[in-house]
C-alpha cells in the first residue's frame, strides 16, 4: 500500500538545468496534480490531469511541463530551473472522476525538495 | 481577496488546551470542505471532510462549517504534543477542477 511515491526526495540544481519530478500512484485514481509549497504562499496548483491523456494548468504553471504516462504515472518536468523554482514539490491523486462525487480528498506524496542554485 | 484565508499563526498551547482553526472563504459555490494534517517534512494528509453545512465529529476532532457566513472551523479537543503540526484547510465546488487550499496554520501543544 505505497499510495503516492515521489522521486526523487531532494534535488539540488544550477540555474539552467533542467530536471524530471516522477510520481506514481498505486490506487487506480483517475485524477493527479503537481503542486508546489513555498513559505508564506501554500499550496499552489501547478498542473493537474483530469484523467489519463489530458493535462491542465493550473495557478503557476510557467516554466513547468508535464506528462500522464499513464493512470499510474504523472511527472513534472522543468526545462530550464530558476531559483524561483526553489521549493518543495508535492504530488497527489484523487478518485475524483469515478462517479464517487461524495469523496473527494487527496492522497499526497512525501514531496521533492527542490533547490536551484 | 484570496478565495480562502487562513490565519498562519503560530499557536502555541498546553497539552489538554481546546484548539480552534479557521477559514474564511468568498466563493458562496464551495461545497466540498476540508482539513488536512501536515507534520513537518511530509505530505498533507486528510483529516476531516465535509460536504456542506453542518457539523462532522471524528474523535478529538470536530469540524464545522457555516456556509451563511463562508466560515469553516476545525476544534481539537484534549489536544497533545502529537497534534503539533500544520493544518491546512481546503474546499471546491462541485465539479471543480481541483482543491483551492488555505496557507496553513502551525499548531504548537506543549506538555
Known amino acids: 500500500n505505497a499510495g503516492v511515491t515521489q522521486t526523487p526526495k531532494f534535488q539540488v540544481l544550477k540555474t539552467g538545468q533542467s530536471m524530471t519530478l516522477q510520481c506514481a500512484q498505486d490506487?487506480?485514481?483517475?485524477?493527479m496534480y503537481w503542486y508546489r509549497q513555498d513559505p508564506g504562499m501554500g499550496l499552489r496548483l501547478i498542473y493537474y490531469?483530469?484523467?489519463?491523456?489530458?493535462?491542465d494548468k493550473g495557478e503557476v504553471p510557467n516554466g513547468y511541463n508535464v506528462s500522464r504516462l499513464n493512470k499510474r504515472e504523472f511527472s513534472l518536468r522543468l526545462e530550464s530551473a530558476a531559483p524561483s523554482q526553489t521549493s518543495v514539490y508535492f504530488c497527489?491523486?484523487?478518485?475524483?472522476?469515478?462517479?464517487?462525487?461524495?469523496?473527494?480528498?487527496?492522497?499526497f506524496g512525501s514531496g521533492t525538495r527542490l533547490t536551484v542554485v | 481577496q484570496k478565495e480562502v484565508e487562513q490565519d498562519p499563526g503560530p499557536l502555541s498551547v498546553p497539552e489538554g488546551a481546546i484548539v480552534s482553526l479557521n477559514c474564511t472563504y468568498s466563493n458562496s459555490a464551495f461545497q466540498y470542505f476540508m482539513w488536512y494534517r501536515q507534520y513537518s517534512r511530509k505530505g498533507p494528509e486528510l483529516l476531516m471532510y465535509?460536504?456542506?453545512?453542518g457539523n462532522k465529529e471524528d474523535g478529538r476532532f470536530t469540524a464545522q462549517v457555516d456556509k451563511s457566513s463562508k466560515y469553516i472551523s476545525l476544534f481539537i479537543r484534549d489536544s497533545q504534543p502529537s497534534d503539533s503540526a500544520t493544518y491546512l484547510c481546503a474546499m471546491s465546488v462541485p465539479a471543480g477542477t481541483a482543491l483551492i487550499f488555505g496557507k496553513g496554520t502551525t499548531l504548537s501543544v506543549s506538555s
Open positions: 497527489a491523486s484523487s478518485p475524483r472522476g469515478t462517479g464517487d462525487w461524495d469523496y473527494y480528498g487527496y492522497t
Open positions: 490531469s483530469a484523467s489519463e491523456g489530458t493535462t
Open positions: 465535509t460536504y456542506s453545512s
Open positions: 490506487m487506480n485514481h483517475n485524477s
